[in-house]
């Protein structure tokens, strides 16, 4: 506190210029910033409280970036300033309300603009810091659907004077051509031995059919059901009560009620191999038959792929097609004694050991299409760095699910990095 007084004694105004001819800590001491809420012109039911969470996610940002950058927190900012500080504040006020409320180095302040998505702001930075910018302006905007994220990167940025590390995004990295992919590493991807490689079709959401001119076979998804007959069908395939040669009938149903809306439809691939510190491709073709994708539309389908791996922890009961299989009920298994219950638990782990893989790795491709084209999508995964070394095996999980209708996937193909470059 007592250097940053030394600080503010040295601030010269000079015909409207900031000048600081002052000493600084050492370099090995934190430096702590005081984010202000942002100024927000209009009326408060109109703007909302964007300018606040603004700030707040500046000071999220910012506080992420190790322990050399100490920010003060948002409560002690709105006591001691709760009104916000707008582009027009004096230097020299700002200044002082570091040194004297606050003890802290940086203070950023100013102004933001919000017009549907776009945003503009302008902020204003001052550094009591020797050997720095002492005062800089600067506009940031952005117009897309994440602006306050990369709004506060770019502040966040401006403030510490670097890049700040980005993992790799959808579409970055150019996908390899059919030769230097190789063969996929997932059977069936085409889906032209139908359900080959896939748990097998309920005939109701999900079907495994020839496909349009130009493509042999296809999984066409439906999500636009009735939610709870559906649901009650699917239970009855897994424990061995239905079968899909003599499918349920199930209204159709476009409400959020439905299925689209709730759960959604999952199609599974058979349980393949991991090699962990590996990289991968994911690819696939997707058709929105008679769902309106929009754009902009936050919900849109996805591809999984999910890490499993063996845990001592699953196996502390039964899964529900076990009991069904064994002809017992969760009461009365629940009845027997400790040692009747891990001997039933150990038998069946033995003979069905992927019953108790735990999911303890995901990532997901984005498939956005438009209604009635089919549109092709490819992404590297993990997005930075390889797979994590727990993942002893990958599994595929096509999920479809808003808005209600039907869905063509085909060439939904997993490949092994050929160049990896960890």
């Known amino acids: 506190m007592l250097k940053l007084r030394v600080w503010l004694a040295g601030l010269v105004l000079l015909g409207g210029a900031v000048l600081f001819c002052t000493g600084q800590a050492r370099a090995d001491e934190p430096v702590f910033v005081a984010v202000f809420n942002f100024a927000q012109p209009g009326p408060q039911s109109e703007r909302g409280n964007y300018g606040a969470q603004l700030a707040d996610s500046v000071r999220l940002k910012l506080r992420r970036q190790g322990q050399a950058w100490r920010v003060i927190d948002k409560l002690t900012m709105n006591e001691i300033c709760p009104e916000p500080l707008g582009k027009q504040a004096k230097s020299a006020t700002v200044a002082r309300i570091l040194a004297d409320q606050l003890g802290a180095h940086i203070g950023v302040y100013g102004l933001v603009r919000k017009t549907g998505q776009a945003v503009r702001a302008e902020i204003s930075c001052i550094d009591l810091r020797k050997g720095t910018e002492p005062v800089w302006s600067r506009v940031f905007a952005d117009d897309t659907a994440r602006s306050r994220a990369v709004i506060a990167r770019q502040i966040v940025q401006a403030i510490i004077g670097r890049e700040l590390w980005k993992p790799v995004e959808y579409g970055d990295q150019p996908e390899p051509t059919a030769a230097e992919f190789g063969k996929p590493i997932n059977p069936n991807g085409s889906f032209d031995l139908g359900h080959a490689g896939w748990e097998r079709a309920d005939n109701v959401s999900t079907f495994f059919e020839p496909g349009p001119p130009g493509r042999r076979g296809v999984l066409r998804v439906r999500t636009d059901l009735l939610r ?3 649901l ?18 199930v209204p159709r149903d476009t409400s959020y009620s439905s299925v689209a809306g709730l759960e959604g439809v999952h199609v599974r691939s058979e349980w393949i191999p ?5 990289r991968y ?3 696939a073709d997707m058709c929105p038959v008679s769902a309106p994708l ?9 591809v999984f792929v999910k890490g499993f791996r063996q845990t001592t922890s699953a196996t502390d009961g039964l899964p529900e097609r076990a009991l069904a299989e064994l002809g017992i009920t969760p009461q009365q298994f629940a009845a027997m004694d400790d040692a ?4 039933l638990i150990a038998r069946d782990a033995k003979l069905h050991p992927k019953r108790y893989l735990r999911e303890c790795y995901r990532w997901y491709l984005p498939c956005r299409g438009k209604q009635g084209q089919w549109s092709h999508f490819a992404a590297p995964f ?3 760095g390889p797979l994590p070394k727990n993942v002893e095996y990958l599994q595929i999980q096509i999920y479809t699910y808003w808005p209600p209708g039907e869905y063509l996937w085909d060439n939904v193909h997993l490949y092994v990095e050929a160049n990896q470059k960890k």
Request: hydrophobic share 35%; proline share 16%.
């Open 382 to 384: 993990p997005p930075a």
């Open 281 to 283: 491709w994911l690819t």
């Open 340 to 343: 009747r219950q891990r001997k």
């Open 294 to 302: 929009r754009e902009g539309i936050s919900a849109f389908p996805k």
């Open 232 to 249: 009650a069908y699917r239970r009855d395939l897994l424990l061995g009560r239905a079968s899909p040669a003599k499918p349920a009938k």
């Open 274 to 278: 991991a090699k962990p510190g590996q």
């Open 228 to 230: 709870d007959p559906w």
